[in-house]
């Protein structure tokens, strides 16, 4: 597995001809660049299946999930994933992952050692599934930080089409997360979504009441 270490700026450059990778792209946004250089090099080691780590300093501040859709805009892979910098991964994490989805499933989240597969915190979904979900976005555009993947979760659940497998392991490392409060303005977004479905897209009352 190869990395690739960007800033935000640079993505306009793939504009005209896209950044293409074999197997999974996983976009890595990050601020703190000794942080990201470890996750990356650990992931990359313990892959065992083909693809990049693209880490991506936010230079310019727009957010992580901002930083996620202007990546998958201007790249092509079959698998695009999404990880923050203070991932850990476990052995064959990429390998794992990539059986798990197999040809029935269309988007996986990792074992973080936080949500047990029922939030995609850090998540690996076909491309030709997710272009199709936000009109060429992966995640909805108006998120920031938060709920990005919650959202996301859902809509694969809703269809059958998630996937876990907990030996595919990329862990979260942040001492401070637990007693972190959510960004209120993505809480309310993800609010206001849920009591419109999501677009009509989310029938199943269980799941529109799974996250809060």
Do not use: C
């Not at 939030?119 to 690996?124: E, I, M, Q, S, Y």
């Not at 001492?175 to 993800?190: M, Q």
């Amino acid at each position: 597995m190869q990395i690739e270490y960007i800033s935000s700026t640079d993505l306009k450059d793939y504009l005209q001809q896209a950044m293409k990778v074999e197997g999974a792209l996983m976009v890595m946004p990050f601020t703190n660049t000794s942080q990201a250089q470890q996750a990356a090099q650990l992931m990359a080691s313990r892959a065992d299946a083909p693809g990049m780590v693209l880490a991506i300093h936010d230079s310019s501040k727009v957010g992580f999930a901002a930083i996620v859709n202007a990546a998958f805009k201007v790249s092509q892979s079959p698998y695009f994933g999404y990880v923050a910098q203070d991932a850990y991964a476990g052995r064959q994490w990429l390998k794992l992952a990539l059986e798990a989805l197999g040809d029935k499933k269309s988007f996986l989240g990792f074992n973080d050692g936080k949500w047990a597969g029922a939030l995609a915190g850090f998540g690996l979904a076909k491309r030709e599934w997710a272009k199709n979900n936000y009109a060429g976005n992966f995640f909805y555009p108006e998120y920031q930080r938060h709920y990005a993947d919650a959202e996301l979760t859902l809509l694969a659940l809703q269809t059958g089409l998630y996937a876990y497998d907990g030996n595919s392991v990329l862990v979260e490392v942040d001492w401070r997360k637990d007693g972190a409060p959510a960004d209120p303005a993505d809480k309310a977004l993800f609010a206001k979504r849920k009591q419109g479905r999501f677009d009509g897209r989310i029938t199943s009352k269980p799941l529109l009441d799974l996250i809060t």
